[in-house]
């Protein structure tokens, strides 16, 4: 599969990757997470696609799905961890990896088994020092645009595009709704 982002063709297996990632995300987003709310919120007032989804996507970033900062935390890795790790914890799954992630893990560790062997390395010293927290989709999300060559600055792309496919899909729920009533 040729892509945007680099030269040479996605491998099988790579693309595998890309779907699956892309699969856990569009679950995920109908969680009651902060863009999705405002999604939702902003498309019950407005009943206007673009501007619920441009509210949407306002909320992704520095505090949720920061992408391009779980990335650099990543190829970057203090030797002394920070007391929060930016990548890890989450508000919706605990004491275990978010399960919608599982195939993105096996894959990524197929693909990247030394980025998947540091991640849980961080997870481990996390741990020994009492905080137990996982790593998050976030983290994922970086790890696959490392695994597959993205630069940091369209790394957010891979949480951006499924949702987009999950909020019209919410928007319509939301037609049908209102239009039954």
């Known amino acids: 599969m040729k892509t945007f982002w680099r030269k040479e063709p ?3 297996k790579e ?45 992704l970033g520095v ?3 920061p992408i391009e900062q779980i990335y650099d935390f990543l190829v970057n890795t203090p030797a002394e961890l920070p007391k929060i790790c930016i990548g ?3 508000s919706f799954i605990k004491e275990q990896d978010d399960p919608e992630f599982k195939g993105t ?3 990524l560790y197929e693909l990247n088994p030394t980025l998947v062997r540091h ?13 137990k927290v996982y790593p998050n989709p976030g983290c ?11 630069t940091k600055e369209i790394s957010p792309y891979l949480i951006i595009s499924p949702r987009i496919e999950a909020w019209a899909t919410i928007f319509y ?3 049908v709704t209102s239009a039954s009533e």
């Open 105 to 107: 893990i096996k894959l």
């Open 10 to 12: 996605l491998s099988e």
């Open 88 to 90: 890890w914890g989450s």
């Open 119 to 131: 991640i849980y390395g961080i997870t481990k010293k996390l741990h020994d020092s009492g905080k």
């Open 15 to 59: 693309v595998l990757l890309l779907f699956e990632l892309r699969r856990a995300h569009f679950v995920c987003a109908f969680r009651n997470n902060a863009s999705s709310e405002v999604f939702r919120i902003t498309a019950d007032a407005t009943v206007d696609l673009f501007r619920s989804m441009s509210a949407a996507l306002s909320t």
């Open 173 to 175: 729920q939301l037609q």
């Open 140 to 150: 994922w999300t970086a790890a696959t645009a490392i695994t597959l060559g993205m």
């Open 63 to 65: 505090n949720h799905a």
